[in-house]
Each structure stands twice: as C-alpha cells, then as structure tokens.
C-alpha cells in the first residue's frame, strides 16, 4: 500500500520561502513508473497542480509559479520536496503530495495522496 | 495552456438521482482525463481515469465518458455518501489543469 505524509512549517514569513518535505512509503521515488507531484488549495477554493518530478530528475512546474518553484527527491530518504520562494498571503493553502504513475504503456493520474498540511503566509 | 471548465458549478439532487457533470477542455485533450471525488477536510480521491476508466473499488454507480474537448461524469443512483466536490483534471501534457469543481448537495 503506498503511503504518502507531508511534512513541514505551517506558517510562513511574507517573503520568506516554503518549504515542505513527502515522505514515501510502499514505492520508490526512483522507480521509473511513478510521478511525484504537489498540488495544493487555497481555503475554500479550488485544486492547484504545482508541479512534478519525475524519477531521472526531470520536473515540470505551473507556468504561473514556475519561477519561485523548485521540486527535488531524496532518494536516501525516499522523499521528494517543494520549494516555492518569495511567497506571499496568497500562497496560503493545504498543499498535498500526491503520485501519479505508468501501467505500462499508459500514463495515470493522481492515485495516492497525502493527507495535506496547511501552510499559512502571514507575519 | 489548455483550460478545463465544469458544469454546474454547485447543484442539489435527491437521493436515488441520476446525477451528471459535465467538464469541457478548451483544446483536444484525447482520453487524458481523470474525475476525483474530494469531501470536507479530506484529499481528493480518484474515481475515473482515461474518461471511463473505473479506479479500483469505486462504486459503479459512478461512470465518465468523453472524448476529445467534452467529458462527462454520471452517478446513476445519488447516494448521502457522494455528497462532495468533484473535480475533472486533464494530465498527460504539463501543466496539469483541474476544473474549478462542482459540489454536490442532497435536496
């Protein structure tokens, strides 16, 4: 069964960078057949898709963040982990990491999430 | 980028209900095209992936289809438990855009 737990500050300075960290179980962030990725939601809104890496290192970011994100794996810990700098009261949202993978030929979506964390901007 | 947008936004059905949601992509997005189920406090919970593809263990009375720009998921017997928020999501082809939802009451 796999597992996912995001973990991480659950508040955050303006103009300060966040910082959160998943922590894998029951699969392997280097298995070729898995996409690690973090979405989040703003309180009473809608669902964000922030990015993804993917196991030989490759990411691919939201265009609209795509230049205050950065996400990484620690394949000693089996974790990967979000970086978006410069935030702002709008960047308070549940983030949540999430794993989308091949069956084969075929691509799937988001199977497996964490249960997300709530990360609020404010001073 | 590619936009998907959900129709209604909100709507109140009785139990036994069938119940449909509609989710248009503003380019040709082929079957890339997954339906999550998300209720309060909760993350969001796969139902339906490639259009009309059944995740493991999700009830039956839960069915998508669609193709190309227009997609569709149907509950064919609303039950108190699907009370939630569903979301169409495109992927396959970064970035990886969600519909804004459409949360489903009881009447």
């Known amino acids: 069964q796999v597992q996912l737990q995001e973990s991480g500050p659950g508040l955050v300075k303006p103009s300060e960078t966040l910082s959160l960290t998943c922590t894998v179980s029951g699969a392997s962030v280097i298995s070729g057949s898995n996409y690690w990725s973090w979405i989040r939601q703003p309180p009473g809104k809608g669902l964000e898709w922030i990015g993804y890496?993917?196991?030989?290192?490759?990411?691919n970011y939201n265009p609209p963040l795509k230049s205050r994100v950065t996400i990484s794996e620690d394949t000693s810990k089996n974790q990967f982990s979000l970086r978006l700098t410069s935030v702002t009261a709008a960047d308070t949202a549940v983030y949540y990491c999430?794993?989308?993978?091949?069956?084969?030929?075929?691509?799937?979506?988001?199977?497996?999430w964490g249960q997300g964390t709530l990360v609020t901007v404010s001073s | 980028d590619i936009q998907m947008t959900q129709s209604p936004s909100s709507l109140s059905a009785s139990i036994g209900d069938r119940v449909t949601i509609t989710c248009r992509a503003s380019?040709?997005?082929?079957?890339?095209l997954a339906w999550y189920q998300q209720k309060p406090g909760k993350a969001p919970k796969l139902l339906i992936y490639?259009?009309?593809t059944l995740q493991s263990g999700v009830p039956s009375r839960f069915s998508g289809s669609g193709s190309g720009t227009d997609f569709t998921l149907t509950i064919s017997s609303l039950q108190p438990e699907d009370v939630a928020t569903y979301y169409c999501?495109?992927?396959?082809?970064?970035?990886?855009?969600f519909g804004q939802g459409t949360k489903v009451e009881i009447k």
């Open positions: 999501q495109k992927y396959y082809g970064a970035p990886w855009t």
């Open positions: 890496i993917y196991y030989s290192g490759s990411t």
């Open positions: 999430a794993r989308g993978s091949y069956s084969g030929p075929d691509l799937r979506p988001l199977d497996y």
């Open positions: 380019q040709g997005i082929s079957n890339n």
């Open positions: 490639t259009a009309s």
